[in-house]
């Protein structure tokens, strides 16, 4: 095996604090300044181990009778072989000792999307959270109170800065920059999408009667709230996006699952409430109107046909 060869110490993540270089062999480590790698840990040894050559020209870790060892996987171990990608712990310290010759993985597609970062994007998000805001308003407005067009967009803005700066400060947190524009411009995108799902499926099951549309309407929020949670993530660890992907789509499943059964236990069905939220016009309507009297006649023939299932039960 043929140096030279690369120290690294590692985060309980897994991740690479930091990286030496050593060109010879023997490697000595320990908290003494004579070492050639020195682990600043005070449970390490002044002279904690020792990495050469074994006798199958493999590199070989060994202990130098010190009082914490070196674990590997949870064991203490007096030697060990090590490949390239062996993980000890000396101390509260964990290393991983690779030669020049590991193979690196392939380089990654950069999926981070640069451009939709910064200001045009974040201004865009609280543009379309105020439009969004200012469409619900107006839609609500029955009574034509001004008020609610000045509160509804604040509120609006406040809690999509509030959920933005959560996950800018997630994305700081676990990466190496905020992308709060980013952020600002899902949350806008994700609100609108809301709003524009709510009402399509309104102005639909209003034109052709067709209820159930908005009967289940809230599993559309559902899936649109887990569609922004997903981009979200994304962007704080886009390198796990298949992993993201099924995890939200999990969540979605459950989330729907969970209203199915609070709709069947309060109103003995699935659906949710049997009104229609959204006031519309009667020029949407679409389809065929029903004469009363057709309808009155539908309704009596369904009352015959409860009060002969009721007497059957009866007798």
């Known amino acids: 095996m043929s140096g030279p060869w690369t120290i690294e110490t590692l985060a309980r993540n897994g991740e690479v604090l930091h990286r030496h270089r050593v060109t010879t062999l023997p ?33 070989l ?34 290393l991983r000792i690779r030669p020049a010759t590991h193979p690196v993985p392939p380089e990654l597609v950069d999926r981070t999307m640069h451009g939709w970062e910064g200001m045009l994007p974040g201004g865009a998000g609280i543009v379309l959270c105020l439009l969004t805001a200012l469409l619900v308003a107006w839609l ?4 034509a109170d001004p008020e609610r067009y000045g509160v509804y967009p604040a509120v609006a803005v406040g809690a999509g800065l509030a959920w933005s700066g959560m996950w800018a400060f997630s994305n700081r947190l676990f990466g190496r920059r905020a992308r709060l524009g980013r952020h600002l411009f899902i949350v806008g995108l994700g609100l609108a999408a809301l709003v524009g799902v709510r009402l399509l499926a309104s102005v639909v099951a209003y034109a052709w009667s067709l209820e159930w549309l908005t009967g289940y309407g809230s599993h559309a929020v ?18 796990f996006r298949r992993r993201l992907r099924l995890s939200c789509a999990g969540i979605a499943v459950l989330v729907s699952l969970l209203i199915l059964a609070g709709n069947m236990q309060r109103n003995g069905r699935t659906a949710d409430e049997l009104y229609m939220p959204v006031l519309l016009p009667p020029e949407l309507r679409a389809s065929p109107a029903v004469p009363v009297a057709e309808y009155m006649g539908s309704v009596g023939a369904m009352k015959r046909e409860i009060d002969a299932e009721r007497r059957g039960n009866a007798e």
């Open 27 to 59: 490697i000595r480590l320990g908290r003494a300044y004579d070492n050639d790698f020195i682990v600043d840990d005070e449970y390490a040894a002044a002279h904690h181990a020792l990495v050469d050559l074994g006798a199958d020209g493999a590199l």
């Open 61 to 94: 870790l060994r202990d130098l009778d010190t009082k914490n060892g070196i674990n590997h996987k949870g064991r203490r171990v007096k030697e060990l072989t090590l490949g390239g990608d062996t993980v000890v712990r000396m101390g509260h310290t964990s």
């Open 140 to 143: 609500l407005d029955a009574g």
């Open 222 to 239: 559902v899936v649109t709230v887990s569609m922004m949670v997903y981009f979200h993530l994304a962007t704080v660890t886009p390198q």
